[in-house]
């Protein structure tokens, strides 16, 4: 019979990712509902220290899979070791980040275990009939779908980063140690070397305040205001994907349908004006400021405070008024 909660835990270089303790604490919660065990799966190298970690947003088990092959993430070896372990304990749930490794990862163990997944949900909630019902926006986040747990078990879901709070608990997990038996046909893309690139702010994926640019900046010399604004915040630097194909932003920081898909407590639009395929990246922000001085643009429908005017005064004095606070 299946029993246990999983959580998939992203981790980079010895550090886990913060959509990883989200998943933890909400996992934790369910599991106190069920009466299930809440277990962390790990795989990289020299992760044991991990264990305390993942304990410390509660986890009653962790397995490690601790080995040179699984040192960086390569689909192939992630996928095999990760499969054969759920089929071998047939946990009840498995829950994996929406980032780029989980919507990579999450599909292909499915296949490989047999079950179906549900993707980029944003809530999750214990269901008497259904064991587990999520929620996941559609159509720019115009309506959310329901999606309730089949029979089949285990159910598997990839949950939108900032979803839910990362909640500390406090226990000490048991370590379970996993022998990891990957072969020539796991790895059939090896990586040779990963280059990081220098950065003074936090991903955009995993920011609880982004400030984002639109065509509006009109140069990249000009996104230098929203880069001191969110120095202040302590937030991430976004872009639209008009200011992006336009050259003053990289790709990296492309905010919408075809680039990153964020959640965070702030969102604040500088110059954006709200296009459909923009606001599908970021809708579920928790609070939206939209500065436009167009009062017509698309942006404001969603907007939570808006503010017509020209970015190029309104942002210096947000920024000074934000240094007034801190100070």
């Known amino acids: 019979m299946s029993k246990g909660i999983w959580v998939v835990v992203e981790q980079t270089q ?6 990883s303790f989200e998943l933890l604490s909400q996992g934790a919660k369910l599991a106190a509902e069920k009466g299930e065990e809440l277990a962390a799966v790990i795989l990289g190298a020299g992760i044991g220290n991990l264990a305390n970690e993942a304990g ?8 490690l899979a601790d080995d040179a092959k699984l040192e960086n993430y390569t689909t192939g070896a992630y996928t095999s070791v990760l499969a054969k372990l759920i089929k ?7 829950l994996f980040g929406n980032t780029a490794v989980g919507k990579d990862l999450a599909p292909r163990v499915a296949q490989r275990v047999g079950v179906g997944l549900a993707s980029d949900c944003t809530t999750m909630t214990g269901d ?3 064991y587990v019902t999520f929620s996941r926006p559609l159509y720019a986040g115009k309506v959310n779908a329901k999606i309730a747990s089949p029979a089949a078990r285990p159910v598997m879901a990839t949950i939108r980063p900032n979803s839910f709070p ?3 608990s406090a226990k000490t997990p048991e370590t379970i140690n996993v022998a990891v038996n990957v072969d020539a046909t796991d790895l059939r893309a090896i990586l040779k070397e990963v280059i ?8 955009l994926t ?8 639109g065509r509006g900046m009109k140069t990249a010399e000009n996104f230098s205001i ?10 991430a630097v976004g872009a639209s994907r008009a200011a992006v194909d336009g050259g003053l932003r990289d790709y990296e920081f492309q905010v919408g349908q075809t680039g990153k898909t964020v959640s965070p407590t702030l969102y604040i639009a500088c110059g954006i004006s709200g296009a459909i395929q923009h606001l599908a990246g970021m809708f579920s922000s928790q609070v939206i400021v939209a500065i436009n001085k167009d009062p017509e643009a698309n942006i404001f429908t969603v907007a939570d405070y808006g503010i017509v005017g020209d970015l190029f005064d309104v942002v210096p004095l947000l920024t000074e008024e934000c240094k007034k606070i801190k100070a």
């Open 128 to 130: 008497a009939a259904a």
């Open 88 to 94: 071998e304990n047939e946990p009840s749930l498995v």
């Open 56 to 63: 410390q947003y509660g986890a009653d088990k962790v397995y």
């Open 166 to 168: 990362a909640v500390e």
């Open 226 to 235: 929203l880069e001191e604004l969110a120095d202040v915040l302590g937030a």
């Open 14 to 19: 010895g550090n886990i990712r913060k959509i």
């Open 196 to 203: 990081m690139q220098a950065a003074g702010r936090v991903p």
């Open 206 to 213: 995993e920011a609880n305040i982004i400030v984002s640019g």
